[in-house]
Nanobody, 116 residues
Framework: QVQLVDSGGGLVQAGDSLRLSCAAS????????MGWFRQAPGKERDFVAA????????HYADSVKGRFTISRDNAKNTVYLQMNSLKSEDTAVYYC?????????WGRGTQVTVSS
């Protein structure tokens, strides 16, 4: 089992940057594909970005391509989401996600608020 603690959110202005972190417990972190999702008020939780267990493959939602970068450090059991050129529409609670086979785990979320 994996426990995820996501952090790094905050209140920023449009155009600013933030880096989210997700620290995972467990010795099998490097086996998991990791991702970030977000949920804005009154909306469903949406995919943002994902990274393979090795870090060699990444995927992004069209809305964040070119602005966000997902990365991982398996030695530190941590996945990151670097968010640049933030927009007001990026305001949401961001959740870290870990997947291995049919098992999926979630962090509790970190709030990102972008003021225009």
């Amino acid at each position: 089992q994996v426990q995820l603690v996501d952090s790094g959110g905050g209140l920023v202005q449009a155009g600013d940057s933030l880096r989210l972190s997700c620290a995972a417990s467990g010795r099998t972190f490097s086996s998991y594909a990791m991702g970030w999702f977000r949920q804005a008020p009154g909306k469903e939780r949406d995919f943002v970005a994902a990274i393979s267990w090795s870090g060699g493959t990444t995927h992004y939602a069209d809305s964040v391509k070119g602005r966000f970068t997902i990365s991982r450090d398996n030695a530190k059991n941590t996945v990151y989401l670097q968010m640049n050129s933030l927009k007001s529409e990026d305001t949401a609670v961001y959740y870290c996600n870990a997947v291995l086979g049919f098992a999926a785990y979630w962090g509790r979320g970190t709030q990102v608020t972008v003021s225009s």
